[in-house]
């Protein structure tokens, strides 16, 4: 099963939640980047948060989208974002992540990750496209859900 998530507004506690409510087993985060100044989303501190709650941690940085595209994207610059991510995806590299995720996502739950909460407004939804039209799935977009607390 193929998911993507983003972790805009949420905290590490509610996102490691989600994911294992949505029973993912592997989180592939397709940033350029893996850091974050959210806290405990950059990669070591991330990954190391998966690993205690049972779930793998991949970083494929080869599928980020570059800062051009990230700025364009913050402008609502659609085309241009578009123009330079599918430039990204002509890659050799890229396209080995895309074989990676088809792979790993052939037999075990997989979520992309990366920043926006709507997928629509990132590239992990062109690349989870690509994806399902390989695996002939269809993607789950997943929200990070706030876990209720108990009042103090």
Avoid at 41 to 56: M, N, V
């Amino acid at each position: 099963m193929l998911s993507t998530i983003g972790y805009e507004g949420a905290s590490l506690e509610d996102f490691i939640s989600t994911m294992r409510e949505a029973g993912i087993e592997v989180l592939i985060d397709i940033r350029e980047r893996a850091q974050s100044r959210r806290k405990g989303f950059s990669k070591t501190a991330l990954s190391e948060a998966l690993a205690d709650a049972g779930i793998e941690y991949i970083h494929l940085r080869e599928l980020g989208d570059p800062k051009q595209g990230r700025d364009a994207a913050r402008r609502g610059d659609w085309k241009e974002f578009r123009r330079v991510f599918n430039g990204v995806l002509r890659s050799n590299s890229a396209k080995e992540g895309i074989d990676r995720i088809s792979s790993i996502a052939s037999g075990r739950s997989v979520c992309l990750l990366c920043y926006e909460r709507d997928e629509k407004t990132c590239h992990r939804k062109i690349v989870s496209e690509i994806v399902e039209s390989r695996l002939c799935t269809k993607t789950r977009h997943l929200g990070v859900r706030r876990l209720e607390r108990a009042a103090a």
